[in-house]
């Protein structure tokens, strides 16, 4: 059965300690993903349509691409 990943522009989608994967701003034209456990999410609105703002565990900050179930 194939496993959905819930879209990381929502940001009920998103909880600490969630797996992620981000994309940095140092990476956005190449659109190099980072996969890593939410520390602190940095966007209040409940939504943003290039995703929400995350801190991992590593201190390596992006937006999220998706959510990992």
């Known amino acids: ?38 520390k602190r999410i940095l966007t209040s609105s409940p939504n943003h349509h290039h995703g929400i703002k ?3 565990e590593t201190g390596e900050v992006g937006r999220v691409k998706e959510v990992i179930l």
């Open 54 to 56: 995350v801190m991992l």
């Open 1 to 38: 059965m194939e496993q959905k990943n819930l879209p990381g522009s929502i940001h009920a989608n998103i909880q600490i300690g969630s797996e992620v994967t981000i994309v940095q701003k140092h990476h956005q034209r190449s659109g190099e993903l980072t996969e890593g456990t939410v």
